[in-house]
Every structure is written in structure tokens, then in C-alpha cells.
């Protein structure tokens, strides 16, 4: 509990105003702005005594409606949970990720992610990375959340140090590539240091 002193502290006043007696009389022209401090605070001391100290609002009861309910009919709300749960189990990760070897070939990650025609382009850029050619048209991956659920923290630091050097190496940047980036950052753990990539 308080005592009276401790009460008088935490009602004192911000910034102390006083004015003169003279001042006090004197009515405030409210038409003009303040010219000064001084002034400002008159007006709001004059201000303040006009009002009072507590105010109540005067609430006509017969006014006021009842309280509206936002209960939803049964076959709305059957509807609703049962597209609900249609969502839930569409966007729910498979149970089965694809298995991934401990350790791809440079060659293996080029032909999931980008397909065969991607690699070629690889081969025949670097005669020197002892790759051969794949005459069967294999089609990339896209990086869906499936298989994304499946990467280790190894396979995404590989993968992305690979696809920098392919970037680097053809001097070009697809929007299929920037989508595997993209994924692939987001799996990262730490941020990468700007000068790694």
C-alpha cells in the first residue's frame, strides 16, 4: 500500500506550469497559433480546466443489439472441415522420399536436376571432365518440397558448390537453375559467405 507521500510523487505534474494571476485572467486567443511556449501551455492549462476530471459516455441501452452469432450452420461447417482436411492431406509431405546415394557423381546431379541435355552441354564445354555423352532424352527434376525433404546438409553444400561451377562454366543462368538456387539456399543452415558463391 501506498503512503500519501509516494502518492503525491506519482501524481506530480511532467513539466511544471504556474502561471501569474495576470495570465490566468487574461483569455486565450484560440483563432491564432501560440507565439510562444509560454503561451502554448497557457492554452492548454485553460483548456484543461474546462474539463473535467472524470467523464462518463451517456450509452442509450434500447440502442445496443444483441450480440450477433457467428455460428455457421451445420452443412456450411461440414463443408468447410471437409475441405479442410482434402487440403491438408494434398499438401502433406508423401511418407516415401525419394533415397539418395551417400555420394552422386558430378554427372548423376547434373542429369537429376537439369537432364541429359544439360549435361552434354557440360561435356562438350570441358572436353577434360572425362563425361560422356547420354543419347537417351532424360528430363530434369524440378526441386518440389518432396524431394527437397530428402537432401542431407551434405547434398545441398555439394549441389550447390556443383551448380556454381556449372553456372560459372556455361555463363548461363536459367530460370530452372535459379529455381534450384533458390531451394537450395533456403535449405542451407548457415548463411553462405558472400565470396563462397
Known amino acids: 500500500m501506498l503512503n500519501e507521500r509516494e502518492d503525491e510523487n506519482l501524481l506530480a505534474k511532467a513539466l511544471y506550469y504556474q ?23 497557457r492554452r492548454v492549462h485553460q483548456e484543461a480546466k474546462k474539463l473535467q476530471d472524470v467523464v462518463v459516455a451517456e450509452i442509450d441501452p434500447k440502442k445496443l443489439t444483441q450480440g450477433q452469432k457467428y455460428n455457421y450452420e451445420n452443412p456450411v461447417q461440414d463443408t468447410q472441415i471437409a475441405n479442410f482436411s482434402q487440403l491438408r492431406i494434398s499438401i502433406r509431405l508423401p511418407s516415401q522420399t525419394e533415397k539418395f546415394q551417400k555420394k552422386k557423381t558430378e554427372k548423376e546431379w547434373a542429369i537429376f536436376c537439369f537432364g541429359s541435355l544439360y549435361w ?4 562438350c564445354m570441358d572436353e577434360d571432365r572425362g563425361g560422356e555423352l547420354v543419347k537417351e532424352n532424360i528430363q530434369g527434376t524440378q526441386p518440389l518440397l518432396s524431394v527437397l525433404a530428402s537432401f542431407r546438409q551434405t547434398h545441398v553444400v555439394d549441389l550447390l558448390e556443383l551448380m556454381v561451377s556449372w553456372t560459372e562454366e556455361l555463363n548461363i543462368l536459367g530460370s530452372e537453375q535459379g529455381s534450384w538456387f533458390f531451394s537450395l539456399l533456403t535449405l542451407t543452415r548457415k548463411t553462405p559467405s558472400p565470396g563462397r558463391y
Open 19 to 41: 502561471p501569474d494571476q495576470e495570465e490566468e485572467d487574461q483569455e486565450a486567443d484560440f483563432s491564432k497559433p501560440p507565439t510562444s511556449a509560454d503561451e502554448y501551455l
Open 120 to 123: 552434354n552441354k557440360l561435356v
